[in-house]
C-alpha cells in the first residue's frame, strides 16, 4: 500500500537556522497538507497545497514558513529562521479527493528540535 | 474561528469494556468526520470515518455515530483489547464538494484510552 515518507525523522538545529522538512506524498495525490503537533498536544493545521499553489494556512503559518513542491514528487516546507517554540513533530499529509473518500494519509512525521 | 472539542481526555477501561469518546464541532458546514488513533511517536492513522449524510457507521468493534442537530459525533470501541491502547484524536472538515474547500482538518485535543488487561 501507497504511503507517505518524510525526511528526516529528526531535525536537531540551532535558533535561527534554516530548515527544510522534506516530504513525498502518495504519487496519485493532488492535495497536500502540513500539520504540526507540539509535544502532548493536538494536531494542529499549518497549511494546504493545491495546484502548486498555497490554498489555505493557518495563524501559525506566519511569513516565517514556506512550502514547495520542486519537482512532481517532493513536497517540502522551509522555516527560515527557526524559534524555540517550533519544537515539535512535523506531519505531511496527502489527499486524493473523489467522490467516495476524503481520507488524509500522514506520513511518519519529523520531529523538530530547536535548541 | 473553528473548533473541536473532545471528551474525556483519558479514559481507562478494563479489558472486554466499552469505550467512548466525544466531539463537538463549532462548524455547521463541516460535513466530514474522521477519527485518527495515534500510537506512542507514530503517525496518525484513520481508524473510521463518517460523511453528514450518515447518521451512524460500523466497522467490526468500531462504530462512529453523528448528531449533525447538536454538532456532535461520537467514537464507540466495544470489546475493548490492550492493543487498543493509544491517543484518538476526532476530526472535522468541510465538504469536498464546497467550491475552495480545502479538506483541511480540524482536530480535538485528543484522548489517551488505556486498556487494562
Known amino acids: 500500500e501507497p504511503e507517505v515518507t518524510q525526511t528526516p525523522s529528526h531535525q536537531v538545529t540551532q535558533m535561527g537556522q534554516e530548515v527544510i522538512l522534506r516530504c513525498v506524498p502518495i504519487?496519485?495525490?493532488?492535495?497536500f497538507y502540513w500539520y504540526r503537533q507540539i509535544l502532548g498536544q493536538k494536531v494542529e493545521f499549518l497549511v494546504s497545497f493545491y495546484n502548486n499553489e498555497i490554498s489555505e494556512k493557518s495563524e501559525i503559518f506566519d511569513d516565517q514558513f514556506s512550502v514547495e513542491r520542486p519537482d512532481g514528487s517532493n513536497f517540502t516546507l522551509k522555516i527560515r529562521s527557526t524559534k524555540l517554540e517550533d519544537s515539535a513533530m512535523y506531519f505531511c499529509?496527502?489527499?486524493?479527493?473523489?467522490?467516495?473518500?476524503?481520507?488524509?494519509?500522514f506520513g511518519p512525521g519529523t520531529r523538530l528540535t530547536v535548541l | 474561528g473553528e473548533n473541536v472539542e473532545q471528551h474525556p481526555s483519558t479514559l481507562s477501561v478494563q479489558e472486554g469494556d466499552s469505550a467512548v469518546i466525544k466531539c463537538t464541532y463549532s462548524?455547521?458546514?463541516?460535513?466530514?468526520f474522521p477519527w485518527y488513533k495515534q500510537e506512542l511517536g507514530k503517525r496518525p492513522q484513520l481508524i473510521i470515518d463518517i460523511r453528514s449524510n450518515v447518521g451512524e457507521k460500523k466497522d467490526q468493534r468500531i462504530a462512529v455515530t453523528l448528531n449533525k442537530t447538536a454538532k456532535h459525533f461520537s467514537l464507540h470501541i466495544t470489546e475493548t483489547q490492550p492493543e487498543d491502547s493509544a491517543v484518538y484524536f476526532c476530526a472535522a472538515s468541510l465538504n469536498p464538494l464546497s467550491y475552495g474547500a480545502t479538506n483541511k482538518l480540524i482536530f480535538g485535543t485528543g484522548t489517551l484510552l488505556a486498556v487494562q488487561p
Open positions: 499529509a496527502s489527499l486524493s479527493r473523489t467522490a467516495s473518500t476524503d481520507t488524509q494519509y
Open positions: 462548524d455547521s458546514a463541516s460535513n466530514y
Open positions: 504519487s496519485n495525490h493532488l492535495y
